[in-house]
């Protein structure tokens, strides 16, 4: 009955055997419960204290570590498979495959035991799916979306203000569009940032980034267009007033008494004091990441940025059907924001064809229902704008940042000053130089 994979469980405890990136890899993101057998269990609980205690891994260390707690006899199965099946980088696919056989397992189990419940408890039913479900006790379970008026609406309203109460907000930064987000950045939601290309949402994500770190918040970006390097580029860039192109990218080429060294490593240092994680995930499955959340919220990161979102691996290779697989993640996005109580904010492109259909660059919230169902899932929207990216015969332009989609609160546009070569983007606004319109209406 038990959804078992022991070729694949034990090509991962040989992995992390013969190889220390593969065992860090594999502590980090697995645990005993991946694993479906006690001798299983008991090399894995060997392999970590090895890790933790800075030692060497081998099979005469983890044999070792086990004596003094288990059997090492399932240890000989492990090392004696064939070495083509052990590639340090193929860790990643191995480790989503666990955790999706651990998820089956474990809803097998609750399944089981509340069939068991059932039949000999005479409890009420909703009581025993919160007690199996380890739902906390005054967590209402509604059988119907119908709410009856009298005690139960008032009811119904108080806990819906008590959630609000209870719902932090974060701030973008950015006062005059802080004064016009109803909710913020809210824990337990999603925002998306969407413009076509060239128009400034990886720019505004690191300014986003910046002032959330400088505020103490923690933030954890993920790399799914960049590579780290050029992400890194961008927020030196933003805190030293250093063009990114002609000279942060180009520090490698700077004198040892160059004096803008000096200003470097003060944004350096003052990176190094924030919680911030900037992670690559190119390569990376929705399930690797929602663990990784899973672990980064636990120390503190309260937004994930993912630009762009549909870089990942998942999305990438679905040919066919591919707004359903985004659908069928941003599900259980939406789920995983709420039970960690942190903000997700999914940066998207919106496509050229719609700029050739209509013969009008600017954005509308009907432009992102093409790259998928964002809008449907997000609380709110945020759409870019630069002129300057459209009509090249103008010397500079501001940025406009369109509220398309919010509750509660006004759909509305902004202008703010981007500074090109800096990246940075500031409140004070700039009126725009060249031929490009102003345009008044922005959601329609």
Same mark, same amino acid.
């Given at each position: 009955?038990?959804?078992?994979?022991?070729?694949?469980?034990?090509?991962?405890?040989?992995?992390?055997?013969?190889?220390?990136?593969?065992?860090?890899?594999?502590?980090?993101?697995?645990?005993?419960?991946?694993? /479906?057998? $006690?001798?299983?269990?008991?090399?894995?609980?060997?392999?970590?204290?090895?890790?933790?205690?800075?030692?060497?891994?081998?099979?005469?260390?983890?044999?070792?570590?086990?004596?003094?707690?288990?059997?090492?006899?399932?240890?000989?199965?492990?090392?004696?498979?064939?070495?083509?099946?052990?590639?340090?980088?193929?860790?990643?696919?191995?480790?989503?495959? =666990?955790?999706?056989?651990?998820?089956?397992?474990?809803?097998?189990?609750?399944?089981?035991?509340?069939?068991? #419940?059932?039949?000999?408890? @005479?409890?009420?039913?909703?009581?025993?799916?919160?007690?199996?479900?380890?739902? !906390?006790?005054?967590?209402?379970?509604?059988?119907?979306?119908?709410?009856? @008026?009298?005690?139960?609406? =008032?009811?119904? #309203?108080?806990?819906?203000?008590?959630?609000?109460?209870?719902?932090?907000?974060?701030?973008?930064?950015?006062?005059?569009?802080?004064?016009?987000?109803?909710?913020?950045?809210?824990?337990?939601?999603?925002?998306?940032?969407?413009?076509? !290309? /060239?128009?400034?949402?990886?720019?505004?994500?690191?300014?986003?980034?910046?002032?959330?770190? /400088?505020?103490?918040?923690?933030?954890?970006?993920?790399? =799914?267009?960049?590579?780290?390097?050029?992400?890194?580029?961008?927020?030196?860039?933003?805190?030293?007033?250093? $063009?990114?192109?002609?000279?942060?990218?180009?520090?490698?080429?700077?004198?040892?008494?160059?004096?803008?060294?000096?200003?470097?490593?003060?944004?350096?240092?003052?990176?190094?004091?924030?919680?911030?994680?900037?992670?690559?995930?190119?390569?990376?499955?929705?399930?690797?990441?929602?663990?990784?959340?899973?672990?980064?919220?636990?120390?503190?990161?309260?937004?994930?940025?993912?630009?762009?979102?549909? #870089?990942?691996?998942?999305?990438?290779?679905? /040919?066919?059907?591919?707004?359903?697989?985004?659908?069928?993640?941003?599900?259980?996005?939406?789920?995983?924001?709420?039970?960690?109580?942190?903000? &997700?904010?999914?940066?998207?492109?919106?496509?050229?064809?719609?700029?050739?259909?209509?013969?009008?660059?600017? !954005?509308?919230?009907?432009?992102?229902?093409?790259?998928?169902?964002?809008?449907?899932?997000?609380?709110?929207?945020?759409?870019?704008?630069?002129?300057?990216?459209?009509?090249?015969?103008?010397?500079?332009?501001?940025?406009?940042? &369109?509220?398309?989609?919010?509750?509660?609160? @006004?759909?509305?546009?902004?202008?703010?000053?981007?500074?090109?070569?800096?990246?940075?983007?500031?409140?004070?606004?700039?009126? @725009?130089?060249?031929?490009? !319109?102003? #345009?008044?209406?922005?959601?329609?």
């Amino acid at each position: 009955m038990l959804i078992k994979d022991t070729l694949n469980e034990q090509i991962s405890l040989g992995m992390m055997i013969k190889s220390e990136e593969a065992a860090i890899k594999g502590i980090a993101y697995l645990t005993e419960e991946h694993y /479906s057998t $006690s001798e299983y269990r008991y090399i894995f609980k060997a392999i970590k204290n090895l890790v933790e205690k800075e030692k060497e891994i081998n099979e005469y260390s983890v044999k070792g570590e086990l004596s003094s707690f288990g059997d090492s006899s399932s240890l000989f199965e492990i090392l004696t498979i064939s070495d083509e099946f052990y590639f340090p980088e193929k860790m990643d696919s191995i480790i989503e495959i =666990l955790e999706d056989r651990r998820c089956r397992r474990e809803s097998l189990e609750k399944i089981n035991k509340f069939q068991k #419940r059932l039949q000999t408890d @005479p409890t009420e039913f909703v009581e025993i799916i919160k007690d199996i479900y380890s739902i !906390p006790s005054d967590f209402k379970i509604v059988d119907s979306t119908i709410i009856k @008026p009298g005690d139960s609406r =008032l009811e119904h #309203r108080k806990s819906q203000l008590e959630y609000r109460k209870n719902t932090k907000s974060i701030s973008t930064g950015y006062d005059e569009l802080d004064d016009l987000i109803t909710f913020k950045f809210a824990e337990g939601e999603i925002s998306v940032i969407g413009a076509r !290309p /060239s128009n400034g949402k990886s720019a505004f994500k690191t300014n986003l980034i910046k002032n959330l770190c /400088s505020s103490g918040i923690g933030v954890a970006s993920y790399a =799914l267009e960049q590579t780290l390097e050029i992400e890194d580029f961008r927020l030196d860039s933003i805190m030293t007033g250093f $063009s990114l192109k002609d000279e942060i990218s180009q520090m490698h080429k700077w004198l040892a008494t160059d004096k803008r060294w000096e200003k470097l490593h003060q944004a350096w240092e003052e990176q190094a004091k924030w919680n911030y994680y900037l992670i690559e995930g190119t390569s990376k499955r929705w399930a690797q990441v929602r663990n990784e959340m899973k672990s980064l919220a636990q120390d503190g990161v309260k937004i994930f940025f993912f630009d762009l979102f549909d #870089r990942l691996k998942e999305i990438g290779e679905a /040919s066919i059907n591919k707004h359903a697989k985004i659908t069928s993640i941003l599900v259980d996005a939406l789920e995983t924001a709420k039970a960690l109580k942190v903000h &997700i904010c999914l940066l998207v492109q919106i496509g050229r064809d719609s700029i050739k259909k209509k013969k009008d660059p600017y !954005p509308r919230l009907v432009d992102l229902k093409e790259s998928g169902s964002y809008e449907e899932f997000a609380r709110l929207v945020l759409l870019l704008h630069y002129p300057k990216a459209h009509d090249r015969t103008m010397i500079t332009s501001p940025i406009e940042i &369109i509220i398309a989609k919010q509750s509660n609160g @006004p759909l509305v546009s902004k202008d703010f000053r981007f500074d090109e070569k800096t990246l940075l983007i500031s409140n004070n606004t700039v009126k @725009p130089i060249g031929n490009f !319109p102003k #345009r008044n209406e922005t959601t329609k």
